[in-house]
C-alpha cells in the first residue's frame, strides 16, 4: 500500500529561521506530490505541487520542495521563516498508475514560528 | 471563482441521529471528493466523483455513509445513526479535468462533533 511519512509532528524555530519539513512516501509507480497548508480553524490551501520537469519547485511565498526520486522525499524548505507560517503542512502523493484519483496525505507537520 | 464551500461549518448532533453535509464545488471542476480529518491526523480519502458517477470509496465509507451528486454539481453527504467515532472534520474539495495536474482543491470543512 502507499503511504507517506512525515517523521516530525512539531517543529518549533525562531523568525527568520530556515526550516526543513521532511516528507517522504512509499510507491513503485509514478507520483504527483503536493504540500498543503492549514492554517487554524480554515481548510486545506495547495501550497506547491511536482508533476514533472525541474525536480525543485517554488510557492510564491519563499518555500521551495526538492523531488528526489531515488530516496522517495519531497522536502519543503524555507530560508528564512516569518510568524505567520506558523500553521500545519500536510504532504500528500497522487498515485498515477492504480492509485485511483484520491490524495494520499502524511499525518502533517505543526510548525510553530517564534519570535 | 468563489472557491469550493461547505455547509454547515459546524454541526453538534447525539448519538443516533443522521446528518447531512453540503459541498458546492468550484464551478468548472467535474471532480468532487470527500475526505475525513480526526485530530492529529491527515485527511483520509472517502469518496470521489466525476460529474454525477460515483467512481471510488474508500474502505472508510460504512454503509451508514451515503454520498450524492445527482446533477454533477454540488454534493452531500449523509451520515445514519451517528456513533461518536464519527466526530471528525469533513473535507470536500474539486479539481479541474483530467490533464491538469489533479491538484485539489479544498473547502473550509464541517467539524461534527457527535455527543
Known amino acids: 500500500a502507499q503511504s507517506v511519512t512525515q517523521l516530525d509532528s512539531q517543529v518549533p524555530v525562531f523568525e527568520e529561521a530556515p526550516v526543513e519539513l521532511r516528507c517522504n512516501y512509499s510507491?513503485?509507480?509514478?507520483?504527483?506530490l503536493f504540500w498543503y497548508v492549514q492554517y487554524p480553524n480554515q481548510g486545506l490551501q495547495l501550497l506547491l505541487k511536482?508533476?514533472?520537469?525541474?525536480?525543485l519547485v517554488e510557492s510564491i511565498n519563499g518555500f521551495e520542495a526538492e523531488f528526489n526520486k531515488s530516496q522517495t522525499s519531497f522536502h519543503l524548505r524555507k530560508p528564512s521563516v516569518h510568524i505567520s507560517d506558523t500553521a500545519e503542512y500536510f504532504c500528500?502523493?497522487?498515485?498515477?498508475?492504480?492509485?485511483?484519483?484520491?490524495?494520499?496525505f502524511g499525518t502533517g507537520t505543526q510548525l510553530k514560528v517564534e519570535l | 471563482d468563489t472557491g469550493v464551500s461547505q455547509d454547515p461549518r459546524h454541526k453538534i448532533t447525539k448519538r443516533g441521529q443522521n446528518v447531512t453535509f453540503r459541498c458546492d464545488p468550484i464551478?468548472?471542476?467535474?471532480?468532487l471528493y470527500w475526505y475525513r480529518q480526526t485530530l492529529g491526523q491527515g485527511p483520509e480519502f472517502l469518496t470521489y466523483?466525476?460529474?454525477?458517477?460515483?467512481?471510488?470509496k474508500s474502505r472508510l465509507l460504512s454503509d451508514r455513509f451515503s454520498a450524492e451528486r445527482p446533477k454533477g454539481s454540488f454534493s452531500t453527504l449523509e451520515i445514519q445513526r451517528t456513533e461518536q467515532g464519527d466526530s471528525a472534520m469533513y473535507l470536500c474539495?474539486?479539481?479541474?479535468?483530467?490533464?491538469?495536474?489533479?491538484?485539489?482543491?479544498f473547502g473550509p470543512g464541517t467539524r461534527l462533533t457527535v455527543t
Open positions: 510507491s513503485s509507480v509514478s507520483v504527483y
Open positions: 474539495a474539486s479539481s479541474p479535468v483530467e490533464g491538469r495536474g489533479y491538484e485539489q482543491y
Open positions: 466523483f466525476q460529474n454525477e458517477a460515483q467512481l471510488e
Open positions: 464551478s468548472e471542476h467535474n471532480r
Open positions: 500528500a502523493v497522487h498515485i498515477l498508475t492504480g492509485g485511483g484519483n484520491k490524495l494520499t
Open positions: 511536482y508533476l514533472s520537469g525541474s525536480t
